[in-house]
């Protein structure tokens, strides 16, 4: 990866492309951060609008004022209590957890085998996971939605959490993406094992998952993530008020005759800022699992 | 001992067979839908009440969860599963594709017989009949109105009792109640509208059942197949309509967050809807001082309004079994009683479908309801084959005129030409 | 089971080799169900109902066979159609949203890579977009863009401009719903471009220095050939992103129209409408399958250029 060099050691990494170039570095340096700043700004002012507009009274709403003359929390109180959103929090949060569960324990387990089985079929059996990510999930809805209407087992899964989550409890990029760390644990740990009267089952809970941990957790708070703000399946999955997840309840907040900007700037501020908050804190984590995963797709 | 035990199963079917229908004998349930609307659902829960105890033999399970938005869908899960109502309420505008789809039935010539129902309800329901057959029923109809803010007449030196009586009228109030922000007389400056012409809403209505006949024309030929509003009266009657975006520069949709909500929020003097946005008024802005009165008269001297209802079709499921068949049929009956028109009236706000119950005394004295119950004297009803396809052929055109800067006349052609290629395609794959 | 079972009386234990392969099918088995049943089952199923004349609400669902690909067809060939207006929008938001997103996170990159002091914070800020919600924020992007009362038109009075009507017009609507879907993006591009430059071996710049190359010729003949692999991961990634757009559009237009004058409306959006709204499900099949066709076409392209650079 990066090359050990006398100047790596000894200076930081911004300084090692700078030498000899002073005069024209603190220039470059200085444009550099201008124009950083003034990016970042635009970057948050929408969310400094959605938060202030969050607490606007609705007269406020249609004047021309940045932030509101008189603050209220009277909005916060109309959406908690007299909306669903509540419950479209407990089912966003409800799919998300179970998705992420099932995604971290069967990509792992399948990129296991991958990694470290020979079996007949192995190859035709990887290559019809794959095949699976040259397929649109948008060309899948229709179907999805016919198979949800009349199921084999149940009566139906429209306006269920499995429903909801089905299309993505086991991922075929994540499954990918542990073999190719699977690969990484070493034969000799998973033979000994053997030798111990280790399970099959046991060597791969015991040995392979706590090695392959910084992997299982990236792909974790992606699928977290991506599932919390799905959008197009749950749309179609759900009808009911009580079942929606948190995109499609504030998609449905406007309706023919109504657009109330208030409640839906406070709905968007409480499904966004506790994301904030975890990615602020995960920050490093998720910034290195992004470079992590995505070089190797 | 192998006999022995088929004649045992086959004893056990036959008992529980027996089992199934006595059950049915002393209980059929049938399932209602209908969409998410609050005083609809209570007024609903009202009749079923009242029916449950005059047919103590019959369940009515009322499915109201669902929103307007997702309806059709939710329809259209349950269907390939045999689950899903008995009866079930749909804009009248939508019958023609769930008829389409096999998923209605016709309603049966008794009760509902075309003798019946003709010298009983509203003439705008004879629009569910369509193949020889009715396929649904109201319980109540809308009609639209003109809303008008008087606060705004008043500020403006108009009489705020007196609102606009014919289509002139309309234009010179709005010019007058129309404010803007500077010196610049365009849309982006209006911080108060006149009117604001908003085909997305009711003015697709307005503009195909009054405008063009006041104007002289027809929108379709009578037997709904053929579309003529792409004539002169047609084309005269859109450039009425769009001028005031255009010319008059008195509001557009576009602004202050649509024109239905600058009306409900105070900000426009003069609107065109349905008696149902008296309730959005009541609940998003009680302090509108605004008044309703019937449509403007045209140019010919006419009067002419547009009538919709949500109406009650029988289902393909229920067909298919005689009990709750005649459950769904009883209970259709019951909803579409003028006691029923009535009990709608009082506790919805939408107009009674049958006539004796529509010509209420209290109901035209009524400033609010009775210009939208005097409508219904002159009322038309659209005959659509695919009601949002066709209002977008009409939003198109609209918005060809004044973004896209195309003439009246050819913005109508267009929108005439794709409308009528929706009707053939419809009757194409009827025939 | 049965096999298994004789032949472990015979010998006792399996071998380690048999017992593994046993192992690797019980392990799979969901997985295979589920590939096969969610995945792989719903593709054909797909195709096959492009060719039927599909109807949830109905009975019968009739056979047409390519009746619905010939309407595709002659949607695209009228002088105007929504269809063709997706097909058309949609090729437009990839054509201007990828280089203008791939452009921007480049830039950005660069001189984050080139600062320490704050670089942390910088990240954050860059890289928050795109964990929220789209619709969350297409709303509020949707509320920015209005005329009067949003922050926009607000600025452009302040700063004494003409005010803009942005979603309102066609001529605006699709660059306003783009510039939404860049900036909630960008982020993302930014790390995989920066985490490219990390791995650029350091000696290559020193080198590039003791022969006293400009930074222009630094980035144009080190940087850029060396970032080729970051650069091609993106442009595929990016490009099927924008041809499956959907959310910002159905929360930033007229009730979800894709309007005004189709000027926004995509390829996804129009197949939902026709799907879930009017039920024309043979026909909305038929819109994916060539969905479908556009992304293999992408994803072919990727794998033979990058094979070409490995050979």
């Not at chain 1, 149940?154 to 089905?166: Q, R, S």
């Not at chain 3, 792989?40 to 009746?67: C, K, R, W």
């Not at chain 3, 949609?90 to 480049?106: D, M, N």
């Not at chain 3, 003409?162 to 790390?191: C, K």
Request: aromatic share 14%; hydrophobic share 50%.
């Amino acid at each position: 990866m990066e090359s050990v060099t006398p100047s790596n050691i000894f200076k930081d990494r911004g300084a090692a492309s700078s030498v000899g170039r002073a005069g024209q570095d603190w220039k470059y340096k200085f444009f550099s951060y201008l124009l950083l700043t003034m990016i970042s700004f635009t970057m948050i002012v929408p969310f400094i609008w959605m938060l202030s507009t969050s607490f606007k009274p609705e007269k406020e709403i249609l004047r021309r004022n940045v932030f509101p003359v008189e603050p209220t929390l009277e909005n916060y109180n109309e959406v908690v209590y007299r909306t669903d959103l509540p419950l479209w929090y407990k089912n966003s949060f409800i799919v998300a957890v179970l998705s992420t569960v099932s995604v971290a324990f069967f990509d792992a387990l399948a990129g296991f085998v991958f990694a470290k089985y020979e079996f007949p079929g192995k190859r035709p059996i990887f290559i019809l996971f794959l095949t699976s990510l040259m397929v649109p999930t948008e060309m899948l809805l229709i179907p999805w939605f016919i198979m949800s209407s009349n199921p084999p087992i149940g009566g139906t899964w429209v306006d269920t959490y499995w429903g909801i989550a089905f299309p993505g409890v086991i991922t075929a990029a994540g499954i990918f993406l542990m073999r190719q760390f699977m690969q990484g644990v070493p034969d000799e740990l998973l033979d000994a094992g053997r030798i111990d009267g280790v399970s099959e089952f046991g060597l791969f809970w015991r040995v392979a998952v706590p090695l392959s941990l910084p992997a299982i957790g990236a792909l974790c708070i992606f699928n977290f993530l991506g599932n919390w703000n799905a959008f197009i399946w749950p749309l179609i999955a759900t009808t009911r008020s009580e079942m929606f997840t948190l995109p499609v309840g504030i998609q449905q907040f406007s309706s023919e005759a109504d657009t109330p900007w208030n409640l839906i700037m406070t709905g968007a501020s409480l499904s966004v800022l506790p994301l904030l908050i975890v990615v602020i804190i995960f920050q490093r984590y998720i910034i290195e699992g992004i470079a992590l995963t995505g070089l190797k797709g | 001992m192998r006999k022995l035990l088929a004649i045992l199963a086959l004893g056990v079917i036959v008992l529980s067979l027996g089992a199934v229908a006595g059950a049915q004998d002393d209980m059929v349930e049938i399932e209602y839908w209908q969409y998410n609307f609050g005083a609809r659902v209570d007024a609903m829960n009202m009749l079923i009440e009242q029916f449950e105890a005059e047919n103590p033999g019959i369940k009515v399970v009322h499915n109201s969860d669902i929103p307007y938005a997702d309806f059709r869908t939710e329809l259209a899960a349950s269907a390939p599963a045999g689950v899903g109502p008995d009866v079930v309420t749909l804009f009248y505008g939508w019958i023609p594709a769930f008829v389409d789809a096999g998923y209605l039935v016709p309603l049966p010539e008794d009760p509902f017989s075309e003798e019946f129902i003709l010298e009983t309800f509203s003439p705008m329901v004879a629009n569910s009949k369509f193949e020889g057959s009715y396929w649904a029923i109201p319980t109540a109809v809308r009609s639209l109105a003109l809303f008008w803010n008087k606060d705004i007449f008043e500020a403006a030196g108009l009489d705020p009792e007196s609102p606009p009586a014919t289509l002139d009228d309309v234009v010179e109030m709005a010019l007058a109640t129309t404010v803007y922000d500077g010196d610049m007389q365009d849309v982006l400056s209006i911080t108060q509208q006149g009117h604001a012409p908003a085909l997305a809403s009711q003015d697709h209505h307005w503009f195909r059942e009054v405008l063009i006949r006041q104007y002289g024309g027809a929108p379709y030929s009578d037997d709904g197949r053929t579309v003529t509003y792409n004539s002169e009266e047609g084309c005269a009657a859109f450039s009425w309509l769009a001028a005031f975006e255009t010319e008059h520069v008195t509001g557009s949709n576009d602004i202050l967050d649509g024109a239905t909500n600058a009306f409900v929020n105070g900000e426009s003097a003069i609107h065109v809807d349905g008696s149902f946005r008296v309730g959005t008024i009541a609940r998003n802005n009680p302090d509108l001082n605004y008044g309703v009165a019937e449509l403007p008269v045209g140019p010919n001297g006419e009067q002419h309004t547009f009538g919709s209802y949500w109406t009650h079709g029988i289902t393909r499921r229920a067909n298919d079994d005689p009990a709750r068949l005649e459950a769904a049929v009883k209970f259709l009956q019951f909803i579409t009683t003028p006691e029923a028109g009535t009990l709608w009236v009082n506790n919805v706000g939408e107009l009674p479908a049958q006539l004796s119950a529509a010509s209420d005394e209290m109901i035209l004295a009524d400033p609010i309801l009775g210009p939208f119950s005097a409508g219904l004297a002159y009322s038309h009803a659209t005959f659509f084959v695919d009601e949002s396809a066709q209002r977008q052929v009409l939003i198109d055109a609209f918005d060809n005129i004044r973004l896209g800067g195309m003439d009246p006349c050819e913005a109508l052609d267009e929108a005439a030409a794709l409308e009528q290629e929706l009707i053939d395609n419809f009757w194409a794959d009827r025939e | 089971m049965q096999r298994k079972h004789t032949r472990k009386s015979s010998s006792f234990h399996m071998t380690l080799a048999r017992k593994k392969i046993v192992w690797a099918y019980i392990f799979l088995a969901i997985p295979i169900v589920f590939f096969a049943y969610i995945r792989i089952y719903p593709t054909f199923f797909a195709f096959q109902m492009s060719l039927h004349d599909y109807n949830p609400l109905a009975a019968e669902q009739p056979f047409v066979g390519f009746e619905n690909y010939e309407k595709v067809y002659e949607e695209l060939s009228k002088r105007k159609s929504t269809t063709k207006a997706a097909f058309r929008n949609t090729i437009s938001y990839v054509a201007l949203g990828v280089p203008i997103q791939l452009f921007l996170a480049l830039a950005i990159a660069l001189m984050l890579n080139e600062i320490r002091f704050m670089s942390t914070l910088y990240r954050i800020l860059f890289f928050l977009p795109f964990v929220t919600s789209t619709i969350a924020i297409a709303w509020v992007f949707r509320m920015l863009y209005q005329p009067r009362f949003g922050l926009f038109n607000i600025i452009l009075q302040l700063l004494s401009l003409p005010q803009q009507p942005f979603l309102t017009r066609p001529q605006q609507a699709l660059p306003s719903v783009l510039a939404l879907v860049i900036w909630q993006g960008m982020g993302f591009a930014v790390i995989i471009f920066l985490a490219g430059l990390k791995q650029i071996p350091r000696t290559y710049y020193e080198a590039a220095e003791v022969d006293g190359a400009s930074r222009w010729h630094t980035f144009r003949f080190i940087t850029l050939p060396l970032l080729n692999p970051s650069i091609v991961y993106l442009l595929v990634l990016q490009t099927i992103s924008f041809l499956r757009m959907f959310a910002p559009v159905i929360a930033m237009t007229e009730q979800g129209r894709g309007g005004p004058l189709d000027s926004t409306v995509t390829v996804v959006l129009q197949t939902y409408r026709e799907a879930f709204q009017s039920f024309n499900m043979g026909y909305a099949s038929s819109l994916t399958v060539v969905l479908f066709a556009m992304i293999l076409g992408v994803t072919i392209i990727q794998l033979s250029v990058t094979s070409r650079r490995i050979n």
